[in-house]
């Protein structure tokens, strides 16, 4: 399978402030990239995708940036609020179908 | 639209016991996958199906099978439930035009 690593398991920001999660994948091929959040008892949900052809999206107070140099990944959430407490996940996919996640990061936001 | 249904959402076994997960989903998306859930371990693919008719298997396929003989339904069989199947199963449909929907999860304990 992939590799697909997250640098911190663990992230706590105070509301209002930015969050910035990273994420290495080690499958050079792979050429399709998912952020999903997941919260306590739920499935993981779909939050921002990004192509390899493209260097960084945005999309509402989320933003990630792909530096396939260095395989790196990251998500940037502004203004955090209490409700984006969750653990998220960067996800590969080369070419296929299937997605191989990383082992997620906790993010705590406190008020 | 209710997208990607699992059920049960918890469910005990005894070690040998057989049983099923059920996974729908109504967006008649052709690719569908199972995951397992561990704590530290991220989401790891089971098996997958890229339309009915036609599956195959992901990064921890065994002591499990499927089958797809319909585009809505992916059902995910134990034949001889083991302690160390113990997990939260996750059911997805989608593609990457269009990104990955999760069901819910069934929490599986096995004793």
């Known amino acids: 399978g992939e590799s697909v690593g997250l640098h911190l398991p663990t992230l706590s920001v105070q509301e209002g402030d930015n969050s910035i999660i990273n994420c290495a994948y080690s499958?050079?091929?792979?050429?399709?990239f998912i952020w999903y959040k997941q919260e306590s008892g739920k499935g993981p949900q779909f939050i921002i995708d990004i192509r390899s052809n493209m260097d960084k999206r945005q999309g509402q107070r989320v933003t990630v940036l792909l530096n396939k140099t260095v395989k790196h990944l990251s998500l940037q959430i502004a203004a955090t609020q209490p409700g984006d407490s969750a653990v998220y996940f960067c996800?590969?996919?080369?070419?296929?179908?299937?997605?191989?996640f990383g082992t997620g990061t906790s993010l705590t936001v406190i008020p | 639209n209710a997208g990607v249904t699992q059920t049960p959402k918890f469910q005990v076994l005894k070690t040998g016991q057989s049983m099923t997960l059920q996974c729908a989903q109504d967006?008649?998306?052709?690719?569908m996958s199972w995951y397992r859930q561990d704590p530290g371990m991220g989401l790891r693919l089971i098996h997958y199906s890229v339309g009915a008719g036609i599956t195959d298997q992901g990064e921890v396929p065994n002591g499990y099978n499927v089958s797809r003989s319909t585009t809505e339904d992916f059902p995910l069989r134990l034949l001889s439930a083991a302690p160390s199947q113990t997990s939260v199963y996750f059911c997805a449909s989608g593609d990457r035009r269009y990104g990955y929907t999760f069901g819910s999860g069934t929490r599986l304990t096995v004793v």
């Open positions: 996800a590969e996919n080369e070419a296929g179908n299937q997605f191989y």
């Open positions: 967006m008649n998306h052709e690719y």
């Open positions: 499958n050079s091929a792979s050429d399709y």
